[in-house]
């Protein structure tokens, strides 16, 4: 029922906000619906004088003007413009079936509006992931709509620094479409996820599981269940995997009690070198981890220095030398070819620099080292959410190294997704990532598009 003015006029109304308009289709589901049952949810309104402004409810309103029929209000009074909006976009994003798109813009118009404030104040507003909001914040500060301050204020009305920004890339609508149509994102337990990937479909497999008996948000495994959840997963990646292809395990010791270590890592190693073939150990070493570093005791975890990536795949599995090598000039080259000149090593051994070079171009290459020095520095930025996220540097190196140009590469834990951006990067056509976690999904889809 409308309350008329003091002169029994009708109200005028003026919406809050100028929201994405409902597509023609669900404008007519909508108008269909309330032709049958009126309208049921009541519209928001900011008072119940001659001029109500509307912060929730436009098209109903609209309907039923179109329809002739009663529109019910509540009021919601004593806000001010601003919080009004605000309120506006978040019943909006809580509500409607908005593209990734339309979502990023109000967003970004909450941001315009209250850049100073926290990006978990504007997300916990508006309802949507903090790093939704840091994402969309990057953006507009590297294209100058609003500027970069240096503290933000909290909801507990505190100031905090800013974090520092993520590292900005600038893409166009078509190269962030393009990332994103070439991106497959599946939530769920990548048990149940797995077996809907067809086989023989996918070039290589990366990933950064989690580790068991380690206490993270995503929850806490015991060595047994972690042990069967990760022989599931072996298995299906074989059947998802190429012929050529083959899975990077990246994984992080750590111990019982200081002196002894868990055995969860080598057993888990030492079955799949069995059951199917361990192409190469391969170390990474934190080269900036600090001694003690990352021995987070309410974690359990080890310091991450070195981290184990235990690559399986059939003995000529596909890679790449040519990409992950420093290649010597041919003048170099053809130097060592004929350097016959018999040298010390350091094992006292002699050798010669001919013959290391003759025997490497038969056999079509070296090894690469195979302990990387990488370091933890260059973290994505501001879309840092995830507790563990892996280094970029190297998910680049893994990728460089086994995904094919164009390529198809799986991460069945993508958590925020540093695997995928890395792999988009490096090359790939297609990436896909599980995770039972849908917030880290949505982490992922910023990283991949802003980062
Ligand atoms: C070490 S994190 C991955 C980090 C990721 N590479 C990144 O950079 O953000 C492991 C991820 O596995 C996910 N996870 C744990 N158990 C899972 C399961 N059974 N199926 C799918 N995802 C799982 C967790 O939610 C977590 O995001």
């Not at 993520?166 to 393009?178: D, G, K, Q, S």
């Not at 361990?278 to 600090?290: E, H, N």
């Not at 896909?432 to 991949?448: E, Q």
Request: hydrophobic fraction near 35%.
């Amino acid at each position: 029922m409308v309350v008329r003015g003091e002169k029994g006029q009708l109200p005028r109304y003026e919406p809050v906000l100028d929201l994405p308009p409902l597509s023609p289709e669900q404008y007519e589901a909508l108008r269909h619906h309330v032709a049958l049952h009126g309208v049921l949810v009541p519209i928001l309104v900011d008072g119940d004088g001659p001029v109500r402004r509307i912060i929730d409810g436009n098209h109903r309103r609209r309907v039923a003007d179109e329809l002739g029929y009663d529109c019910p209000e509540v009021v919601q009074a004593g806000m001010d413009e601003a919080e009004m909006r605000t309120l506006a976009r978040s019943l909006n994003l809580a509500r409607r079936q908005l593209s990734q798109e339309q979502r990023r813009q109000l967003v970004a118009d909450q941001l315009v509006e209250t850049p100073g404030r926290s990006n978990r104040w504007v997300a916990g507003r508006l309802g949507v992931h903090h790093a939704t909001v840091a994402s969309v914040r990057c953006l507009l500060e590297s294209t100058g709509q609003i500027d970069q301050c240096p503290a933000l204020l909290g909801a507990d009305q505190r100031l905090q620094p800013a974090r520092k920004p993520p590292r900005a890339v600038l893409r166009t609508p078509e190269e962030r479409r393009a990332r994103l149509e070439a991106t497959t994102l599946l939530h769920g337990d990548c048990r149940d996820v797995l077996p809907t990937i067809p086989s023989a479909s996918v070039d290589a497999i990366v990933t950064d599981p989690p580790y068991p008996e380690v206490r993270r948000e995503y929850g806490r495994m015991t060595e047994a269940d972690w042990l069967d959840l990760m022989k599931g997963v072996v298995a299906e990646a074989r059947r998802i995997l190429k012929p050529t292809g083959s899975m990077v395990v990246v994984l992080q010791p750590n111990y019982e009690s200081v002196g002894r270590m868990r055995l969860w890592l080598w057993e888990f190693l030492l079955w799949a070198a069995r059951e199917w073939n361990l192409v190469q150990d391969v170390y990474a070493w934190a080269t900036d981890a600090m001694p003690l570093a990352g021995t987070g005791r309410s974690q359990g975890l080890t310091r991450q220095s070195v981290k184990t990536c235990v690559w399986l795949g059939p003995p000529g599995c596909y890679r790449d030398q040519d990409r992950v090598l420093k290649t010597p000039s041919s003048r170099t080259s053809a130097r060592r070819r004929s350097d016959l000149a018999v040298r010390e090593g350091r094992s006292r051994k002699g050798y010669k620099e001919g013959t290391l070079a003759g025997v490497a171009a038969e056999r079509g290459g070296t090894t690469p080292f195979n302990r990387l020095p990488i370091s933890n520095g260059r973290q994505p930025g501001g879309h840092g959410d995830h507790p563990s996220r892996t280094a970029y540097d190297l998910a680049a190196w893994w990728c460089r190294y086994l995904v094919p140009e164009g390529g198809v590469l799986l991460d069945p834990f993508a958590g925020s997704g540093v695997v995928l951006q890395a792999g988009l990067d490096e090359g790939a056509g297609q990436v896909i990532g599980i995770d039972k976690w849908a917030g880290y999904l949505d982490i992922a889809r910023g990283r991949i598009v802003d980062e």
